[in-house]
């Protein structure tokens, strides 16, 4: 993949350069490639950002506003705007956690453990009919040449799984929010 996306313009009438080619392996793993993009301009937007999605900032009690409210909203609204920061600082963590498991992917390895070998060997009771020549063939399995010496963490590997697809299910509800 390469992508070269130009400046803004001083002139909103003019158009930004874009260039975007995609390679077939690109879409191989597309999660993983569109990570490598996302993560960094995460990191950059949560490092830069200069405010926060309404839902997080709407706190009450701002002058701006025609309605009159309790005057306990104006005198606390710095104090929820900053809880509303964090808040979002929080959704933004979740969401750069997950695509860094995205683009490291070597999470998995913590989960298992022990020496795992394993090997493809020819069934001595299971046969099958081969579909195009019509003859009975031998089958093949995974065979497990050192049970019990290993074993995975499918409890932790599952956490693991669910807090990804959290960050990313937050990406996805907060994506028109993504702007600084």
């Known amino acids: 993949m390469k ?7 001083k002139s909103y009438s003019a158009l930004r ?11 191989w793993n597309l999660d993983h490639t569109l990570a490598l993009v ?7 937007l949560k490092q830069e950002k200069h405010g926060v999605p309404s839902e997080f900032a709407d706190v009450g009690g701002e002058d701006y506003v025609e309605q009159a409210s309790f005057d306990f909203y104006s005198e606390t609204k710095d104090e929820a705007f900053e809880i509303g920061i964090k808040r979002w600082d929080v959704v933004l963590d979740k969401m750069i956690w997950s695509f860094q498991q995205l683009v490291f992917e070597d999470y998995t390895e913590k989960y298992f453990h022990g ?13 099958y009919i081969n579909p195009i020549t019509g003859k009975t063939e031998p089958s093949y399995g995974l065979v497990d040449k050192n049970p019990g010496q290993h074993w995975v963490d499918y409890a932790g590997l599952k956490e693991h799984e669910r807090r990804i697809q959290e960050g990313l299910e937050l990406f996805g509800k907060y994506y028109r929010s993504l702007w600084d």
């Open 3 to 9: 992508v070269k996306i130009g400046k803004f313009y």
């Open 17 to 27: 350069k874009i260039n975007v080619q995609i390679e077939s392996f690109d879409t």
């Open 38 to 44: 996302i993560l960094p301009a995460l990191l950059q």
């Open 115 to 127: 020496r795992r070998d394993f090997s493809f060997e020819k069934s001595s009771t299971s046969t």
